[in-house]
């Protein structure tokens, strides 16, 4: 069987792996996650998941899954709230309106990298003040892109979903599965 690492210490990203049946050794990556200024969205995605996937392939053998998730509105990147105040601005800035949400997902084989970016349109329903203070005091955003989770009580914020659920979760199951398909990695896998 193909040895496939998991370049990411995800909780999320690990359970749409098992959900799959796709096994993986998860070994969290160590990369910068810093956003950078001026970089279109999705490229910074993609950037994220090659650094991803590079430092842990320097240490690893095997193909090589890294993942980054990123919260875009009004073309402003919103990776992980740095404290429970930004946690307020990003949920803030979201309430009554769509915004994107783009994994990047790389994975780095023997015949060298292959990267994708999927994006999801999310809708947020109107949000006062309060409902986003009680909303932040949960936790539950705290170490998510855009500080929130759509797959717990984030999921009461959220009115519309257009694509990927899986996603907006943190990693794209159908794009995921291609781009194991095309490098070979999903050998012995139904």
């Known amino acids: 069987m193909t040895r496939r690492v998991l370049a990411s210490a995800s909780p999320r990203r690990r359970a749409i792996l098992e959900t799959l049946g796709i096994p993986f050794d998860v070994v969290p990556s160590d990369a910068d996650e810093t956003v950078i200024e001026g970089v279109a969205p999705e490229a910074f995605a993609r950037h994220l998941a090659v650094l991803k996937a590079r430092e842990v392939a320097a240490r690893e053998e095997g193909f090589v899954l890294g993942a980054d998730t990123i919260v875009v509105v009004d073309g402003e990147i919103l990776g992980k709230p740095r404290d429970d105040a930004d946690a ?103």
Do not use: C
């Open 88 to 190: 307020a601005r990003m949920i803030g800035a979201l309430s009554g309106r769509a915004h994107e949400v783009i994994t990047g997902v790389a994975l780095l084989g023997p015949d060298g990298v292959d990267e994708i970016a999927v994006s999801t349109r999310v809708w947020f329903r109107e949000l006062d003040a309060e409902r986003v203070a009680r909303y932040v005091a949960t936790g539950e955003g705290r170490d998510k892109a855009g500080a929130y989770a759509v797959q717990g009580i984030g999921s009461a914020l959220v009115t519309r979903i257009d694509g990927s659920w899986s996603n907006v979760v943190g990693l794209p199951a159908a794009e995921t599965v291609d781009l194991l398909e095309r490098a070979g990695a999903l050998r012995g896998w139904p």
